[in-house]
């Protein structure tokens, strides 16, 4: 009797440490895929963030130089740079490579706080973008004459279509990353508390 009932508890001790060490493993597993994603999105905030404070020297040259636009177009466009370069420098602080190392409560709060920021800056930039767009309609007109200003507007809507097209799906794809880290999060929380 004493020999089966320590031939359980062997049994028992086995079956445990496998499954301390398969829960270990498939920790390491979800982080790893987590930090996969969070450097997804961190590479195309530095991208983003490079593009914009790159784009104030271009800009100056592009639009003051070449095109003979207004110092003052310049300038609200170098504004609307820095105010990009801002949001998303403030945005993503909080994701880096210590986020996968946080409590899964506290790392979620994190991703799900800038996802949020993420979605809220449409309700920023596109209204700003639409401002920008109108000075540049009014300074291709201001420096245009006549049948030349019809080709510049057409021009500059093409590009202002074609870039917002490439906004929207930068947008979309880097919310649907958050999205993507938070179900991952959410989905290892469940699996963990039915283990345990």
Known sequence: MNTEFEDMRQQLNILKEKLQHQAIVNDQVFR???KRNVMS???RYTIISILCILMIPYAYWA?????????YFWLATAVLMLVSFCYTIYNGRNLNSRLVERDLVDARM???NAKKLDADWLMIGIPL???????FFYEQYRISNGDDWK??????????????AIGLWL????????EHIIDEIDDFKSQSSLDA
């Open 32 to 34: 790893r895929s987590m």
């Open 41 to 43: 999105i961190n590479r």
């Open 63 to 71: 639009f003051v130089v070449m095109a003979g636009m207004s110092f």
């Open 110 to 112: 994190k991703v799900a």
């Open 129 to 135: 973008t639409v401002l920008w767009l109108a000075y």
């Open 151 to 164: 080709y510049m507007v057409a021009s500059g809507a093409v590009g202002a279509i074609v870039g917002f």
């Open 171 to 178: 947008h979309f794809k880097i919310q649907s990353d958050y």
